[in-house]
């Protein structure tokens, strides 16, 4: 393969800024985040035997590296422009095309069965349950341009009893769960989802009383002056954490990314309010969509730290297959390119992407964030925060 000097010696540099700053693992876990990798394995990821009937990141593949840390590694099944990723999986290493570099990777030892439908265990301990996939936004034709939705329809909300019996299976098969995080789509009637997660969460408890349990919902649901009575009469006081993710801090970002969502003032006011009520809150920043628009980050991090028990979770931004973002370096990337100019696009977005963590990393820093006690920032393997400190 004809390789540009340019762009090896520019992805050796940043990948050195990386190791200088998070280790060897943490560069690795950075750049198999933002690059994802070409799966050579010919085989499927054991943990989610299901995965290639999924969508964005419940498809990626679950990879130890150096057989401790895991990480969810976007592949050419879930990542738009992971055709061309530098990086290699082969199941025993993640090999690095351009520089010859790599470390050692697999698969968990562990196999779910393909009856594990709806769950969605992972190599960290932490279980996904898609509570609801439907939106309204989707029907209204207003979809956040960065989502799958569109290949998730179709599902009607999960059944508790088949809920409980794969969580039963996973127990059955040795696999331990160290967290649960529900998830829901935006639901026609507003409200739905907080019944429904309502309901799984204290199924959940009466069953695993000892395990963390999250949920992702929306803002729009909430209602009423007094939030711990209503939290209460909906039985989400059985939810340790709540994951009101803002994705976009900035306004006119969220406006051409999530039509249809509130300001983040309206995020930021219930998040005060949960915890207030004793809630922990985390929340998902998205990097890499439309960096222009990205806002300042450092100074949101600070916001966040004032409010009390929120902790932001730094998510490196993938476009997944169904989505429609019009950001024009993942359009690029759908296009058939030579794969020396793709990997030159992709390592020059990697600079922009390596410079602004520098700032988010000081500021991750000085906040000095709790520990999250669920959900997908414990879980920890789709996030970088793990990263802002030294293995």
Do not use: H
């Not at 290493?93 to 030892?109: F, H, M, V, Y």
């Not at 956040?144 to 909300?157: D, I, M, Q, R, T």
């Amino acid at each position: 393969m004809v390789v540009f000097i340019g762009t090896k010696r520019k992805f050796i540099s940043l990948l050195r800024i990386l190791e200088s700053n998070y280790g060897k693992v943490g560069m690795w876990k950075i750049a198999g985040l933002f690059f994802g990798a070409r799966d050579v394995t010919g085989t499927i990821d054991p943990l989610n035997p299901n995965s290639l009937k999924r969508a964005g990141f419940s498809a990626a593949r679950n990879v130890l590296l150096e057989d401790k840390v895991p990480v969810k590694v976007p592949t050419q099944f879930s990542m738009i422009g992971a055709r061309y990723s530098p990086l290699i999986y082969d199941g025993k290493t993640l090999k690095n095309e351009l520089t010859g570099q790599q470390i050692i990777a697999s698969d968990s030892p562990m196999k779910v069965p393909m009856s594990v439908k709806n769950l969605l265990p992972t190599a960290s301990g932490a279980v996904g349950v898609m509570a609801f996939a439907g939106c309204a936004f989707f029907d209204r034709g207003k979809q956040c341009e960065f989502c799958s939705v569109g290949s998730a329809l179709g599902k009607s909300p999960l059944d508790q009893k088949q809920m409980l019996a794969e969580l039963k299976t996973l127990g059955q098969i040795g696999y331990k769960i160290n967290t649960i995080t529900i998830n829901t789509g935006q639901p026609p009637k507003p409200g739905d989802d907080l019944r429904l997660v309502g309901a799984m969460a204290k199924a959940i408890k009466r069953n695993y009383p000892g395990i963390p349990i999250a949920a992702e919902v929306g803002p729009f649901s909430f209602k009423g002056s007094d939030l711990k009575r209503f939290m209460t009469k909906l039985r989400l006081n059985y939810v340790d954490t709540f994951m009101i993710n803002i994705e976009l801090i900035d306004d006119k970002a969220r406006k051409k990314l999530c039509p249809a969502k509130p300001s983040r003032d309206t995020y930021l006011n219930l998040m005060k309010k949960l915890s207030q009520c004793g809630f922990q809150v985390s929340t998902v920043i998205q990097l890499n969509f439309y960096p222009e628009l990205e806002g300042d980050v450092p100074r949101f991090i600070k916001e966040l730290a004032s409010i009390g028990n929120v902790i932001p979770e730094m998510l490196i931004s993938r476009a997944v297959p169904a989505s429609k973002l019009g950001d024009a370096y993942w359009k690029q990337l759908e296009k058939d390119l030579p794969i020396n100019y793709a990997q030159a696009l992709m390592v020059e977005r990697f600079s922009v992407f390596v410079k602004r963590l520098q700032n988010i990393n000081k500021a991750m820093q000085l906040a000095g964030f709790a520990q999250a006690r669920a959900g997908c920032v414990k879980c920890g393997m789709c996030n970088i925060n793990s990263s802002f400190s030294k293995e």
